[in-house]
């Protein structure tokens, strides 16, 4: 039996990310490989899960880690997958305890002076050197093999769940023109997408509306400025929704929206394309970029912050939106290359090695 942990340090986040790592659990146990999610959160978890302390400073992290390899090894566990980037680093630490280390990266690894969200020099290379002591590196975005070497690391993508093309469709009247789904942090840099709508609306003269659904630390910020710019009756806010509720949500809009400064290969896209929605998202928004734009057939337009002083921008989203029923079939052909066995197999394949 190759009883297998994953290794998951986020605390009070609920994403892309945690949603991705669940079902993986799901679908381990599912395939007869005994598999526990270790968080200091597992009620938040709708599968195994094993608790461990906040490991939020890095110095906990590392104390934390050693503890988990002993404890957890001398209980029979063979595989841990490190979820993303911030437990890549303890990659020695578990390889030095004997187990078969796996990585499972979702954001891509960029220096801080190519992105202000990413990781110092110390912290860069630090990442490529524990990637050495990992048996297999997995990657939801595609510009990891860039960083660590093609043979390094296997591109799987994320995927999207049967159930999400088979719920019935919601056929009234589409009541938004965009739709965007994320949490309110400033990775996602909504002011971006709030200030692309009101200048749409002011050169094109028409009235735009868009729905945001989230909840985090930036919401009161984003309601400000909503106020500020006087859009108020073009954007509504909702919380979070149940996820069986989300395809009914997506049904609503006719274009999804994805302004973050860093993603990884963002869950929420496939699920709207899943749905049937093209999607408008930043160059700088990971693999989601070459998806809409450069995978199989164009699926939405891709943008960066300068595009929003080009008048022409405009009028091509305005097409895109006009046209939105044309990408439906597009759009669900391409969400289904990404399916759960397609992408989850090649993990469960590397477990059983």
Same mark, same amino acid.
């Given at each position: 039996?190759? +009883?297998t942990?994953?290794?998951?340090?986020? /605390?009070?986040?609920?994403g892309?990310?945690?949603?991705?790592i669940?079902?993986?659990? %799901?679908?381990?146990?599912?395939? #007869?490989? &005994?598999?526990?999610?270790?968080?200091?959160e597992?009620?938040?978890?709708?599968?195994?899960?094993?608790?461990?302390? %906040?490991? *939020?400073?890095k110095?906990?992290? *590392?104390?934390?880690a050693?503890?988990?390899a002993?404890v957890?090894?001398?209980?029979?566990?063979? $595989?841990?997958?490190?979820?993303?980037?911030?437990?890549?680093?303890?990659?020695?630490?578990?390889?030095?305890?004997?187990?078969?280390?796996i990585?499972?990266? /979702?954001?891509y690894?960029?220096?801080?002076?190519?992105?202000?969200?990413?990781?110092?020099?110390?912290?860069?290379?630090?990442?490529?050197?524990?990637?050495?002591?990992?048996?297999?590196?997995?990657s939801?975005?595609?510009? #990891?093999?860039?960083?660590?070497?093609?043979?390094?690391?296997?591109?799987?993508? %994320?995927?999207v769940?049967?159930?999400?093309?088979?719920?019935v469709?919601? #056929? @009234?009247?589409?009541?938004?023109?965009?739709?965007?789904?994320?949490?309110?942090?400033?990775?996602?840099?909504?002011?971006?997408?709030?200030?692309?709508?009101?200048?749409?609306?002011?050169?094109?003269?028409?009235?735009?509306?868009?729905?945001?659904?989230? &909840?985090?630390?930036?919401?009161? %910020?984003? !309601?400000?400025?909503?106020i500020? =710019?006087?859009?108020?009756?073009?954007?509504?806010i @909702?919380?979070?929704?149940?996820r069986?509720?989300?395809?009914?949500?997506?049904?609503?809009?006719?274009?999804?929206?994805?302004s973050? /400064?860093?993603?990884?290969?963002?869950? $929420? *896209?496939? &699920?709207?394309?899943?749905?049937?929605?093209?999607a408008?998202?930043?160059?700088?928004?990971?693999?989601?970029? !070459?998806?809409?734009?450069?995978?199989?057939?164009?699926?939405?337009?891709?943008?960066?912050?300068?595009? *929003?002083?080009?008048?022409?921008f405009? =009028?091509?989203?305005?097409?895109?939106?006009?046209?939105?029923? &044309?990408?439906?079939? +597009?759009?669900?052909?391409?969400?289904?290359?990404?399916? @759960?066995? #397609?992408?989850?197999?090649?993990i469960?394949?590397?477990? +059983?090695?």
């Amino acid at each position: 039996m190759c +009883k297998t942990l994953i290794y998951s340090p986020s /605390h009070g986040i609920w994403g892309g990310g945690q949603i991705y790592i669940e079902q993986l659990c %799901n679908y381990m146990n599912y395939n #007869n490989v &005994e598999t526990y999610i270790i968080t200091s959160e597992p009620k938040s978890f709708s599968c195994f899960s094993k608790k461990m302390e %906040n490991v *939020l400073s890095k110095k906990r992290r *590392l104390f934390s880690a050693i503890n988990i390899a002993k404890v957890y090894k001398n209980e029979g566990f063979k $595989t841990i997958i490190l979820n993303d980037l911030s437990s890549l680093w303890l990659a020695p630490i578990f390889k030095m305890y004997g187990y078969n280390v796996i990585s499972l990266l /979702h954001l891509y690894l960029q220096k801080r002076s190519e992105n202000l969200l990413g990781h110092s020099l110390f912290e860069y290379y630090l990442l490529k050197f524990s990637s050495i002591y990992c048996n297999t590196i997995f990657s939801v975005n595609k510009n #990891n093999q860039k960083v660590f070497g093609e043979e390094k690391v296997q591109f799987i993508g %994320n995927y999207v769940p049967d159930w999400f093309f088979n719920l019935v469709r919601n #056929n @009234e009247v589409k009541k938004y023109d965009f739709i965007l789904i994320a949490r309110l942090s400033k990775q996602k840099n909504i002011p971006l997408f709030l200030a692309l709508l009101k200048n749409m609306n002011k050169i094109l003269d028409r009235e735009y509306t868009a729905l945001i659904i989230g &909840e985090g630390p930036e919401k009161e %910020n984003i !309601e400000n400025i909503i106020i500020k =710019e006087n859009i108020e009756k073009y954007v509504q806010i @909702e919380d979070w929704v149940d996820r069986k509720k989300l395809p009914s949500i997506y049904d609503l809009g006719k274009c999804f929206v994805i302004s973050s /400064h860093h993603e990884g290969f963002a869950t $929420t *896209l496939l &699920e709207a394309h899943a749905r049937g929605l093209p999607a408008i998202v930043t160059k700088s928004s990971g693999f989601c970029g !070459e998806f809409v734009y450069g995978y199989d057939d164009v699926t939405g337009m891709v943008f960066e912050p300068k595009d *929003l002083d080009n008048s022409d921008f405009y =009028e091509k989203l305005s097409t895109l939106i006009d046209n939105y029923g &044309e990408y439906k079939e +597009k759009c669900l052909k391409k969400a289904k290359i990404f399916s @759960e066995h #397609n992408v989850l197999n090649p993990i469960l394949q590397a477990v +059983k090695k």
